[in-house]
């Protein structure tokens, strides 16, 4: 299934037709794998200083994912009761949910990106390989986040039945490991990054469709309530939308330098850590 699910992408990116950029042929393949690998720590130090920049749009964009969750907060019991309870609830629909939840299972996204990456390499294709490095920092960010989220929140999952306001900050266990939803953060995170680079509003409404079948997926597995899955959507959009914008950046100046950037990079010895005033 995992397999099916990565060669259906990978085809469907390959028939995208776009004007690639130049490559450069003289580069060895290390070159450009250890290349790849700095814009990649690039791309995480610019994510980090988006998430700490007080700056207008984000303050913003943090009231409105705020209040989307406080608003779907108010829905989590009672959308729980209706799914659990419903007559829709089949053996075809049981089927179907599981497909939607092997969406956002973190192999397929896995084996995407290295398959997005390896072809791109192994077929000298800049495009191609670019979209599975942008897909890898995308889940490397939102993953990241969402992991932090779930340890320091520590909110109890549906299935304990002990309400959608029992917390235990600091948990470690995934029975307690419910907000935000990683299924929903992956899936909207590989929907995000492959709708902007097929850019076919087929494409996107697909792409996104999936995204959401995982996240209601989720809800009638009884592992998560809605609030989590809107956080985790949201967690997926911020990671999507920040590597894309850097990534516009990057090939506009060929670089990311904006005054006050943390940037991770790594070298021989491990990893330095630098800041750009």
């Known amino acids: 299934m995992n397999i099916l699910f990565g060669a259906i992408c990978l085809i469907t990116l ?4 776009v004007e690639l950029y130049a490559d450069d042929s003289t580069r060895t393949i290390p070159s450009v794998i250890w290349d790849d690998i700095s814009t990649a720590f690039s791309t995480v130090g610019y994510a980090g200083n988006r998430l700490v920049s007080v700056q207008e ?11 989307l969750v406080a608003a779907s907060t108010l829905g989590d019991e009672s959308l729980r009761s209706d799914i659990q309870n419903s007559s829709l609830r089949t053996g075809t629909m049981d089927k179907a949910m599981e497909i ?9 996204p896995a084996l995407l990106t290295v398959g997005l990456y390896g072809g791109g390499l192994l077929f000298d ?10 897909l890898g920092e995308a889940l490397i960010i939102g993953g990241t986040l969402t992991t932090l989220g779930k340890y320091v929140i520590g909110r109890a999952r549906p299935y304990l039945n002990e309400g959608h ?8 266990g995934d ?3 419910s907000f935000p939803s990683g299924h929903s953060t992956i899936a909207f995170t590989v929907s995000g990054v492959l709708s902007a680079r097929i850019q076919r509003w087929w494409a996107t409404a697909g792409l996104y469709g999936l995204a959401a079948s995982t996240g209601f997926a989720r809800m009638y597995k009884d592992k998560h ?4 899955v809107v956080l985790g959507a949201i967690v997926g959009s911020f990671a999507t939308y920040t590597v894309v914008d850097a990534e516009n950046e990057r090939h506009s100046t060929q670089k990311i330098q904006h005054s006050g950037v943390w940037r991770i990079m790594p070298i021989q010895t491990g990893l330095a850590i630098t800041y750009i005033f």
């Open 14 to 17: 390959c028939l995208r037709s």
């Open 225 to 228: 309530w809605l609030s989590d």
């Open 165 to 172: 306001g029992s917390f235990s900050p600091f948990h470690w």
């Open 125 to 134: 294709d800049e495009y191609i390989r670019t979209t599975g490095r942008m």
């Open 175 to 177: 029975e307690r490991w």
């Open 57 to 67: 749009y984000n303050v913003i964009h943090l009231g409105i994912a705020t209040g």
């Open 100 to 108: 939607a939840n092997q969406y956002g299972d973190l192999a397929a």
